[in-house]
């Protein structure tokens, strides 16, 4: 089990940065597949980002590539969603994500996949 808390949401500008952070406590973070999710108003909940345990694979959703990274930091216990270029659309309440076990072949992108959910972090985007 592990517990994860989202940091770092807030308001910014289109084409300004923001990092947000998800800090895991119960648990190393090394043991998770981490991901990064997100929802907009009346909208379900979508793929961002996920990485695996040594960082070494990542994959994108098509809306963000080239504009956010995914890392981590093990000996942090912490992951991390690097905002670059946001838009107005990425506006939204960003989740991160953990899911424990084994899992081979492309990394997982459904959201019933993940086992353990932080309380989301609000990111809001102006034009």
């Known amino acids: 089990q592990v517990q994860l808390v989202e940091f770092g949401g807030g308001l910014v500008q289109a084409g300004d940065s923001l990092r947000l952070s998800c800090a895991a406590s119960?648990?190393?973070?090394?043991?998770?597949?981490m991901g990064w999710f997100r929802q907009a108003p009346g909208k379900e909940r979508e793929f961002v980002a996920t990485?695996?345990?040594?960082?070494?694979?990542?994959d994108y959703a098509d809306s963000v590539k080239g504009r956010f990274t995914i890392s981590r930091d093990n000996a942090k216990n912490t992951a991390y969603l690097q905002m670059n270029v946001p838009k107005p659309e990425d506006t939204a309440v960003y989740y991160c994500?953990?899911?424990?076990?084994?899992?081979?072949?492309?990394?997982?992108?459904?959201?019933?996949?993940?086992?353990?959910w932080g309380q989301g972090t609000q990111v809001t985007v102006s034009s």
């Open positions: 994500a953990a899911m424990g076990g084994g899992w081979g072949g492309r990394l997982p992108i459904e959201p019933h996949l993940y086992d353990y």
């Open positions: 119960g648990n190393t973070l090394r043991a998770f597949i």
């Open positions: 990485i695996n345990w040594s960082g070494g694979d990542t």
